[in-house]
């Protein structure tokens, strides 16, 4: 079983939708969670945090279950340039990140 | 700062020959981490180092590959001899400390093997 499971998508939303999507995690003992965002070609860069009480980022929302041990992000107001694939991240233990293979958004005008 | 730096960023070669991929990470940063990012795969981790010391390399697929970090701001992976299945894009990345702080990935090297 992988560490951290997303569903692939694509999500292709219009200008202004709210789009959310998730993500599992196996390791119970996991204490930090992210979400990184990845443009096409690009390196993947950090977006947000995730917090047990959960988060805002301006559109962005972010979720933590940890008794489901899922994780999610919502974007509202979507924009053309929200278009990316969004990593979710996990820390299994001190030092790794283990990161999922990625959720692609698609925003359409 | 200029971020991470990481070269060359696109390499093409020929199966059998050697490859060296190079990175410069933040400076200050303490950690620095090898990845690999395929289609089927995902981005998994290769090696990191930990003040220049290599810590944990479980994740390097096999004796080919091999990476090194003479000082702190720089480090290196080699592919030797290189495969097909080798082709890839490699990111290296750094962070002021472990596990729960941020890493800061360098633009990759796209690598493909012919």
């Known amino acids: 079983r992988k560490e951290v499971e997303q569903d692939p998508g694509p999500f292709n939303v219009p200008e202004g939708a709210t789009v959310a999507f998730n993500c599992t995690y196996s390791?119970?003992?996991?204490?930090?969670f992210f979400w990184y965002r990845q443009d096409c070609r690009k390196e993947p860069k950090l977006l947000m945090s995730?917090?047990?009480s959960g988060n805002e980022d301006g559109r962005f929302t972010a979720q933590l279950n940890r008794a489901s041990q899922y994780i999610s992000l919502l974007i509202r107001d979507s924009k053309l340039s929200d278009s990316a694939t969004y990593l979710c991240?996990?820390?299994?233990?001190?030092?790794?990140?283990?990161f999922g293979a990625g959720t692609t958004v698609t925003v359409r005008a | 700062d200029a971020g991470v730096i990481q070269s060359p960023r696109h390499e093409v070669t020929e199966m059998g020959q050697e490859v060296t991929l190079r990175c410069k990470p933040i400076?200050?940063?303490?950690?620095l981490f090898w990845y690999r990012q395929t289609m089927m795969r995902g981005l998994e981790l290769l090696i990191y180092?930990?003040?220049?010391?290599?810590?944990?390399d479980s994740g390097m697929p096999e004796d080919r590959f091999s990476a090194k970090m003479p000082n702190a701001s720089f480090s290196t992976l080699k592919i030797q001899p290189s495969e097909p299945r080798d082709s890839a894009v490699y990111f290296c990345?750094?962070?002021f400390g472990p596990g729960d702080n941020e890493q800061f990935f360098g633009p990759g090297t796209r690598l493909t093997v012919l």
């Open positions: 991240v996990v820390n299994p233990n001190d030092y790794k990140l283990s």
């Open positions: 180092f930990n003040n220049n010391v290599p810590i944990d």
């Open positions: 390791n119970s003992a996991s204490q930090s």
């Open positions: 995730v917090y047990s």
């Open positions: 400076s200050g940063h303490d950690y």
């Open positions: 990345a750094s962070s």
